[in-house]
């Protein structure tokens, strides 16, 4: 399975984006999906997940009550709803794919897409 995120581009603080992460070359309906940011100069770090059943979600705390992760296994597609956007959320998104309940750390996850910038003026 290979995944590629899109979605992102320039947006006014305040405003919303919505990232796409698609999976090519087999089902991830299995595997929990994560998304994940690096800023410049900074580690990468969660922000967002959701069991293989889309069952279990959870968010970091700097991104609850505006992002949303959800997922359509049906089109083998998750998504990355990003609401309020502050310029501190500047970063490339990556999406990744793990064991069914892979959680918020890095190290289960063992597929990952190539990430899309997202870039919020103030």
């Known amino acids: 399975v290979q995944l590629q995120a899109f979605g992102g581009g320039l947006v006014q603080a305040g405003g919303s984006l919505t990232l796409s992460c698609a999976a090519s070359?087999?089902?991830?309906?299995?595997?929990?999906i994560g998304w994940f940011r690096q800023a410049p100069g900074k580690e990468r770090e969660f922000v967002a997940y959701?069991?293989?059943?889309?069952?279990?979600?959870d968010y970091a705390d700097f991104v609850k009550g505006r992002f949303t992760i959800s997922r359509d296994n049906a089109r083998n597609t998750a998504y990355l709803q990003m609401l309020s956007l502050k310029p501190e959320d500047t970063a490339v998104y990556y999406c990744?794919?793990?064991?069914?309940?892979?959680?918020?750390?890095?190290?289960?996850?063992?597929?990952w897409g190539q990430g899309t910038l997202v870039t919020v003026s103030s």
């Open positions: 990744a794919a793990g064991p069914p309940h892979s959680g918020t750390s890095l190290a289960p996850y063992d597929i």
């Open positions: 070359g087999g089902s991830f309906s299995r595997n929990g």
């Open positions: 959701i069991s293989w059943s889309g069952g279990t979600t």
